[in-house]
């Protein structure tokens, strides 16, 4: 069964940190370059950062040099690694395939709120 799990949100103030992780599974993990995106209340879903199979990542321009997001093939789990955190960060943040033909249903999503 395919299945996108996120976790490790939570509420943190201003300057704080998280570490969210995306575990994959019933999908060829390794060959799918993943992205991490958010939504935040009354907005659409927006990509936040991406990485492809062999580890190149890219972020949107709101987030670089704050944001680090890495992959475990042999976990088929993603990571989202958010430093320095600002209130326009919060959101409800989800992995999924980039690849609009091979993405997978949407997970649940976790909650990010930060606090100022």
């Known amino acids: 069964q395919v299945q996108l799990v996120e976790s490790g949100g939570g509420l943190v103030q201003a300057g704080g940190a998280l570490r969210l992780s995306c575990a994959v599974s019933?999908?060829?993990?390794?060959?799918?370059?993943m992205g991490w995106y958010r939504q935040a209340p009354g907005n659409l879903r927006e990509w936040v950062a991406i990485?492809?199979?062999?580890?190149?990542?890219n972020y949107v321009d709101s987030v670089k040099g704050r944001f680090t997001i890495s992959r475990d093939n042999a976990k088929s789990t993603v990571y989202l690694q958010m430093n320095n955190l600002k209130p326009e960060d919060t959101g409800v943040y989800y992995c999924?395939?980039?690849?609009?033909?091979?993405?997978?249903?949407w997970g649940q999503g976790t909650q990010v709120t930060v606090s100022s």
């Open positions: 999924n395939v980039v690849l609009r033909s091979r993405r997978l249903p």
């Open positions: 019933g999908s060829d993990f390794s060959i799918n370059a």
């Open positions: 990485i492809t199979g062999s580890g190149t990542a």
